[in-house]
């Protein structure tokens, strides 16, 4: 775990610029509670972009992402609003 909370962390430093624009798109999007449906697709857009096997914005708002793994491990779901 350590590894790879070290190879995020040189990632993030690594691409610090790309970081910051991105959080600078998402926050300039209104997304007042119950009304975060421009916020999700904008998100589930970057997640197709960065390479998630899909990405969808649910009848809540909510994002989600799946990225599918090699092994036969848990699965989890990964949601943002």
Known sequence: MKEL????SNWVDDNS???I?????MIAIPSPSHDEKQLAEFIASRMKLYGYD??????LHD???VIKGAGGGRSSCSTAT
């Open 17 to 19: 610029d790309q970081c």
């Open 54 to 59: 899909s990405a969808v914005v649910d009848g």
């Open 21 to 25: 624009k991105f959080l600078q798109e």
């Open 63 to 65: 994002a989600m992402g």
């Open 5 to 8: 909370r070290t190879r995020v």
